[in-house]
């Protein structure tokens, strides 16, 4: 009996550390993360040259089988705009003028996203729900020039350049579907949003976001 002693001791010393490993298991599947990014089904204002876009990382955490919360950090790249105008002032002169715009905005979402289905489904569609923070920045520019006889001066080297930034919390709202491959996941979604930032501003106050998440 005694000679069978040790030849437990390898087997018990095995057992312990996966022991230990199981409640880091345990919580490590209550923790997703991935990425997220889309394009607006909008302009987000009224004209633009460049793409606007989103993207940012995502975290969610488990509460059942069906509910989680869900977070992250999404840029925005609202787009920029300009507009010209010519006038008659002063005397025997024409005034030209340019005014440009561009915008961007950072957006923390605390979202609840429930799943239908069961956990084992390969498809499961979903509803989410929750205040978003945002803070959304526009930045101005503008330039004057006036034609005289035939010279032409501006006013000013550089074009007047302004920056204003508005803290909102904003309801959102969104549907899609969870396409599972293993542990990792595909969600493409549609998310409306309601921007407090487009009171009297330039950004629109509803936006449609159609978006692609991954996560694992």
């Not at 880091?24 to 987000?44: D, E, R």
Request: aromatic share 10%.
């Amino acid at each position: 009996m005694v000679g069978d002693v040790p030849s437990g001791y390898p087997a018990m010393n095995l057992h312990i550390p996966m022991l230990m490993m199981l409640p880091m298991a345990a919580s490590a599947q209550l923790l997703t993360f991935g990425v997220q990014g889309g394009v607006p089904a909008q302009q987000p204002i009224a004209r633009t040259d460049n793409m606007p876009f989103a993207i940012g990382p995502t975290l969610g955490v488990r509460i059942s089988s069906g509910l989680s919360l869900e977070s992250g950090l999404l840029y925005h790249r609202i787009g920029r705009g300009s507009q010209t105008g010519v006038f008659l002032y002063p005397e025997n002169s024409i005034t030209l003028t340019s005014e440009g715009w561009r915008g961007h905005a950072l957006a923390v979402p605390f979202l609840a996203k429930y799943r239908f289905r069961s956990e084992r489904s390969a498809l499961r569609p979903f509803v989410t729900a929750g205040p978003t923070l945002r803070r959304t920045t526009i930045e101005t520019s503008q330039a004057t020039s006036i034609l005289g006889g035939s010279s032409l001066s501006n006013l000013g080297p550089n074009p007047l350049i302004g920056s204003a930034t508005k803290w909102n919390l904003d309801p959102t709202f969104g549907v899609g579907a969870d396409f599972r491959t293993g542990r990792f996941h595909t969600e493409p979604m549609v998310r409306y949003s309601y921007w407090g930032a487009g009171k009297n501003w330039l950004v629109r106050k509803n936006q449609v976001d159609f978006l692609l998440g991954f996560r694992f």
